[in-house]
């Protein structure tokens, strides 16, 4: 079991999954590591074989529980994590303050309204709400899309410093999700702009064909980001005017998270 005075794993009783105990083991210790760890180092700590490690890590990393440093092998708690943390050491939870601007945003579009945490290669779905559920897109809680997936990437870029955006632009090829995504430098950048400028990026059949979305940052502070909300549906029910009022909604719901979070003054210091 889990001793919370010291941070360690005792040894567990037959009646525990040992896989879980395992994921515990990896999880305490990165959370009691002053720099981020990679495989053969939580092997050698935690007695455990590199094989089982390396499964634990890699799933732990999927679910958005720990973010792989700059693309490294080495991880460190992630994103995913904290925002489940509910209320941990004074901390506000996410999920909970979302919530209610979810609902919201669900009813008043008709859509699935989405809330997801970023890491290094993708966004884990924290919480959904469903506008019309016999006509509305789905997806599960705790499943991820890639970081960079349409109008959510988009919301993600945004909020980057100018040299990260850049190295991006400069470095990597552009994922093609459909034949509608956007994989030219000078159009993503221009993109990004638009983003910048209302406050919400949009989607039309980028990452999914057939599927419209606008998306928005939520930043906690000091001015970090934090998730992302979104809105989805099927583009037949979402013409272009439509689209641009969501991107207005998404943005207004983003503003309120943020607010709720006490980031307000940060944001409004640095746009």
């Not at 941990?88 to 999920?95: E, H, K, N, S, T």
Request: net charge positive.
């Amino acid at each position: 079991m889990f001793r919370p005075e010291n941070g360690e794993l005792a040894q567990p009783d037959a009646s525990l999954v040992p896989a879980v105990v395992k994921a515990f083991k990896v999880l305490a210790a990165l959370n009691d590591a002053d720099e981020p760890l990679g495989t053969s180092e939580l092997s050698r700590r935690l007695k455990l074989g590199k094989s089982t490690v390396h499964g634990l890590l890699t799933t732990l990393a999927s679910l958005g529980m720990l973010e792989a440093v700059n693309g490294s092998k080495r991880y460190r708690i992630g994103r995913g994590i904290r925002a489940l943390s509910s209320r941990a050491g004074g901390q506000r939870d996410l999920r909970g303050i979302a919530r209610p601007c979810l609902e919201r945003l669900a009813a008043a579009t008709q859509q699935t309204a989405f809330l997801g945490v970023p890491a290094d290669s993708h966004v884990t779905i924290l919480d959904m709400v469903h506008g019309r559920p016999t006509l509305s897109i789905s997806a599960p809680v705790g499943s991820s899309i890639p970081l960079l997936a349409g109008a959510v990437g988009k919301a993600i870029v945004s909020t980057w410093e100018p040299q990260r955006r850049e190295a991006l632009l400069a470095k990597q090829v552009l994922p093609a999700f459909t034949t509608r995504s956007i994989v030219d430098a000078v159009a993503y950048r221009r993109a990004i702009e638009e983003t910048q400028l209302r406050g919400a990026a949009l989607d039309v059949d980028e990452y999914v064909d057939g599927m419209r979305a606008a998306a928005a940052p939520i930043f906690g502070p000091p001015r970090e980001l934090v998730g992302v909300i979104w809105v989805a549906g099927f583009s037949r029910h979402i013409d272009r005017s439509r689209l641009l009022a969501l991107v207005d909604e998404v943005a207004r719901a983003a503003g309120e998270i943020t607010r709720r979070l006490g980031a307000a003054r940060d944001v409004g210091a640095t746009t």
